[in-house]
């Protein structure tokens, strides 16, 4: 089955310190990998994706993904974390179901929280 | 460019009660998706339309519907709500596999 996980419920780094929030993934076939953010009284946003090429992917706010095949994994990272980084983080697969359809499974979600 | 918007924002009703909630997609995106997230089973995929058709659907009971109409703007419905479903509904448009989503519609069920 289609799964998605998120090992850290919490995530805290001091200000402009490199974050880096984790993601492994379960899929049959070829994955479609994403990252969506949630600030606090805001709905979700789409940060990143991959589908396929490069396996470093470059999104929104200066986040990137790296994806890593041989571990399953879709790391989420950013050089230097900023105060207003602080919100909700989720991992999204997108992969084939048996009976033909694309069903997206979501982690659970990290709280990233950036101090000062 | 307008975002996706959600109707109602908050909605309390009865159990055995239905409800509908809509959901009008960015401009020009022709596909639409509906979420239930709660704190204990997160983000949880329900259906996905696309040009009026039901082109993806998740792992939830009949109970839950859901249509699209030619100006892709979708609408859900739950029928015979049960404590449970209380949970806040998003609905997400998609472009090249990006998703859009809209602020939810909170429902509690009492």
């Known amino acids: 089955a289609q799964s998605v996980a998120q090992p850290e419920d919490q995530v805290n780094v001091a200000e402009g310190n490199p974050l880096t929030v984790k993601c492994t993934y379960s899929?049959?076939?070829?994955?479609?990998l994403f990252w969506y953010v949630q600030y606090p009284n805001r709905g979700l946003q789409f940060l990143l994706k991959y589908i396929t090429g490069d396996n470093l992917v470059k999104g929104s706010y200066g986040f990137e993904a790296e994806f890593n095949k041989s571990q399953t994994s879709f790391h989420l990272k950013k050089p230097s974390a900023l105060v207003s980084d602080s919100a909700l983080y989720f991992c999204a697969v997108r992969g084939l179901q048996s009976g033909g359809s694309y069903i997206p499974t979501f982690g659970r979600g990290t709280s990233l929280i950036v101090h000062p | 460019k307008a975002g996706v918007t959600q109707t109602p924002r908050y909605l309390i009703k009865t159990r055995g009660q239905q409800v509908t909630l809509s959901c009008s997609p960015i401009?020009?995106?022709?596909?639409v998706s509906w979420y239930q997230q709660t704190p204990g089973q997160g983000l949880q995929f329900l259906f996905e339309y696309f040009s009026e058709t039901q082109r993806n659907k998740g792992n939830f009971p009949g109970r839950f519907s859901g249509r699209q109409f030619s100006n892709s703007r979708s609408e859900m419905n739950v029928s015979t709500l049960e404590l449970g479903d209380s949970a806040l509904y998003l609905c997400a448009s998609s472009s090249r596999d990006e998703q859009y989503f809209g602020p939810g519609t909170r429902l509690t069920v009492t």
């Open positions: 899929v049959s076939g070829n994955p479609y």
């Open positions: 401009s020009g995106h022709r596909s």
